[in-house]
């Protein structure tokens, strides 16, 4: 029987089934390289876990996806789906279940690779997909990236 897909907050409980999927895909971000980097990354993941601000997708004890947010910033910080669970519309779950948490009346900002870089081609696709338009051109963290930026529709 295919187990049931379960999109909700990341509890401490949760950090090494979480670390496994940021293991599976740590290629596809630019400073997820050296194992201090990944303990940092953990630390971080924690961090946002005691904020409830680590949301995850669950299929049985199986994480495959997740997805941390500043409430302050109003912001995406990561998102990465296991490459095996892709195209299922987790992370736009993810995504719509994160919007619960938000600001309203403030746009939703995330930064990814600028256009051209192959390993952006899924990420700007999905979020012109969920409404998001390109805005400025930046660096960060001395990478080249594209902040991409969702205005929310206020229903009165
Ligand atoms: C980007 C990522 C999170 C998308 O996760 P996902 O669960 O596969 O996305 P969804 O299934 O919710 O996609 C929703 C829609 O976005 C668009 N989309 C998603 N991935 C796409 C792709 N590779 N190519 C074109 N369109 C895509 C499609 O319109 C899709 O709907 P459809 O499948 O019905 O056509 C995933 O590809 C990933 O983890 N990539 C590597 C890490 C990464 O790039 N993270 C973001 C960094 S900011």
């Known amino acids: ?19 496994y999927l940021v293991n599976k895909v740590k290629d596809g971000f630019p400073g997820l390289e050296t194992k201090e980097a990944l303990d940092e990354h953990r630390d971080t993941v924690l ?6 601000s680590a ?6 004890n199986k994480i495959v996806g997740t997805l941390l947010f500043s409430k302050n910033h109003n912001m995406i910080c990561f ?15 993810m995504v719509s279940y994160m919007l619960t948490f938000m600001d309203p009346k403030r746009a939703v900002v995330v930064t990814t690779y600028r ?4 390993e952006g081609v899924a990420a700007r696709a ?3 997909r969920l409404d998001f338009v390109e805005g400025r051109l930046i660096e ?12 929310q529709k206020i229903i009165k």
Do not use: T
Request: proline share 2%.
């Open 1 to 19: 029987m295919l187990n049931k897909m379960i999109i909700e907050l990341g509890k401490e409980c949760d950090i090494d089934n979480w670390m």
């Open 47 to 52: 961090d946002f876990m005691s904020k409830q």
């Open 55 to 60: 949301i995850c997708a669950k299929s049985g």
């Open 79 to 93: 998102l990465a789906v296991d490459a095996e669970y892709r195209r299922q519309h987790i992370a736009e779950k």
């Open 115 to 118: 256009e051209g870089v192959p």
């Open 126 to 128: 999905f979020y012109k």
């Open 140 to 151: 960060e963290f001395g990478s080249l990236v594209q902040e991409f930026v969702l205005e």
